[in-house]
Antibody, heavy 122, light 108 residues
Framework: EVLLLQSGGGLVRRGGSLRLSCAAS????????MSWVRQAPGKGLEWVAS????????YYADSVKGRFSISRDNSQNTVDLEMNSLRVEDTAVYYC???????????????WGQGTTVAVSS | EIVLTQSPGTLSLSPGERATLSCRAS???????LAWYQQRPGQAPRLLIY???SRATGIPDRFTGSGSGTEFTLTISRLEPEDFAVYYC?????????FGPGTKVDIK
């Protein structure tokens, strides 16, 4: 079974930093784009960032551009989200997600991680 | 940015009934870049439909997606107890990704 196992997250003060990690298993990680999607408490889903299969292209939502950085290590089958200058409004459950088709960055999300909570206090 | 609107906000139905959920885009996204997800409380979203009409692996055939341009529909032919959840549409065309606000299907 294809699996995405997330780690990181927690409670941080406004202006602080956190790093989320997502470890993939049981699929050929290096040929799939990966993304992060978040969900604020009681709210809907919000796309945060995406990275192409090779890692050469990255994309960000306007709400996090300049503060968050997505990266991947295809030798370790991991994708990370570095979050800096955190704001109270970044409080959410963060999910990593795998696209359906290989070598396609913009796609539906077939597999989701279990989610990890980020709470930013004021 | 392409904005997605979902209606109704809440749909109250009984098991065995048919559910029709709507997703409208602020501009045309063609016929291939629309997905639907189910989310139960405390769980990650689950992909149901991608490419407007294709069912994801393991999704029962009571779930059907249709539409094109700016109007899309998810139909659940006969609601099972496990189908009561929140449903989101997502567009992924034009090198972008946005989600709709969701439709909650609850038990009448």
């Amino acid at each position: 079974e294809v699996l995405l196992l997330q780690s990181g997250g927690g409670l941080v003060r406004r202006g602080g930093s956190l790093r989320l990690s997502c470890a993939a298993s049981r699929f050929r990680f290096s040929i799939y784009a990966m993304s992060w999607v978040r969900q604020a408490p009681g709210k809907g889903l919000e796309w945060v960032a995406s990275i192409s299969d090779t890692g050469s292209n990255t994309y960000y939502a306007d709400s996090v551009k300049g503060r968050f950085s997505i990266s991947r290590d295809n030798s370790q089958n991991t994708v990370d989200l570095e979050m800096n200058s955190l704001r109270v409004e970044d409080t959410a459950v963060y999910y990593c997600a795998k696209v359906v088709w290989f070598s396609v960055t913009w796609d539906a999300y077939e597999i989701w991680g279990q989610g990890t909570t980020v709470a930013v206090s004021s | 940015e392409i904005v997605l609107t979902q209606s109704p906000g809440t749909l109250s139905l009984s098991p065995g009934e048919r559910a029709t959920l709507s997703c409208r885009a602020s501009q045309s996204i063609g016929s291939s870049y629309l997905a639907w997800y189910q989310q139960r409380p405390g769980q990650a979203p689950r992909l149901l439909i991608y490419g407007t009409t294709s069912r994801a692996t393991g999704i029962p055939d009571r779930f059907t997606g249709s539409g094109s341009g700016t109007e899309f529909t998810l139909t659940i032919s006969r609601l099972e107890p496990e189908d009561f959840a929140v449903y989101y549409c997502q567009q992924y065309g034009y090198s972008s990704c946005t989600f709709g606000p969701g439709t909650k299907v609850d038990i009448k």
